[in-house]
């Protein structure tokens, strides 16, 4: 069955650095997203993809985040200067229409 | 208001029994409507889409009621493997861009 999958599993960084999760999608859908969630906190919607530009960002989604999809498969999340709080699971998702998300495992950012 | 509410329990409830969510949203322009399953330290599962006719996969019923601008999900004969958080996922468009999770409903059932 195909599936989403994400990279790094964990990545560990020190504040100020920048950290770049990538997620391959599965190949015939449409709609790519990043979500996050703090350790204990709700899912929160970071960023939503498609047809090659972001569709909707939150609040969350500053100047500091930007996603690409650089080669037709990849989906990057990168955090140009993380800070302490940016410490959570970021899970990348795909859909092939209107609202039925897979989610990939999830890439464990903890930020030193 | 939150966009998407859910009673963060945890409910508690023995092996067998019947278990019920319920999950209010804001917008009513919303259209799209599920129930997604997220076990601890792992990523949210989608557990079935909600119609407006209500629909049932097995032990799950899912009912919409858009004049309340409410979702509900029952759980008959609850399994110990139901253990999880509970997850209220609302499309606020028809279009896929934006699609909200609600905060969670903890479920632990007991032997």
């Known amino acids: 069955e195909p599936e989403v999958t994400q990279t790094p599993s964990h990545q560990v960084t020190q504040m100020g650095q920048e950290v770049i999760l990538r997620c391959v999608p599965i190949?015939?859908?449409?709609?790519f997203y990043w979500y996050r969630q703090i350790l204990g906190q709700k899912v929160e919607f970071l960023v939503s993809f498609y047809n090659n530009e972001i569709s909707e960002k939150s609040e969350i989604f500053d100047d500091q985040f930007s996603v690409e999809r650089p080669d037709g498969s990849n989906f990057t999340l990168k955090i140009r200067s993380t800070k302490l709080e940016d410490s959570a699971m970021y899970f990348c998702?795909?859909?092939?229409?209107?609202?039925?998300?897979?989610f990939g495992e999830g890439s464990r950012l903890t930020v030193l | 208001r939150k966009e998407v509410e859910q009673d963060p329990g945890p409910f508690n409830v023995p092996e067998g029994a019947t278990v019920a969510f319920n999950c209010t949203y804001s917008n009513s322009a919303s259209q799209s409507f599920f129930w997604y399953r997220q076990d601890c330290r792992k990523e949210p599962k989608l557990l079935m889409s909600v119609y407006s006719s209500g629909n049932e996969d097995g032990r799950f019923t899912a009912q919409l009621n858009r004049a309340s601008q409410y979702i509900s999900l029952l759980i008959r004969d609850s399994k110990l493997s139901d253990s999880a958080t509970y997850l209220c996922?609302?499309?606020?468009?028809?279009?896929?861009?934006?699609?909200?999770f609600g905060s969670g409903t903890r479920l632990s059932i007991r032997p």
């Open positions: 190949s015939n859908h449409l709609y």
């Open positions: 998702a795909s859909c092939p229409s209107a609202g039925e998300l897979f």
């Open positions: 996922v609302v499309s606020r468009y028809s279009s896929a861009s934006k699609i909200i």
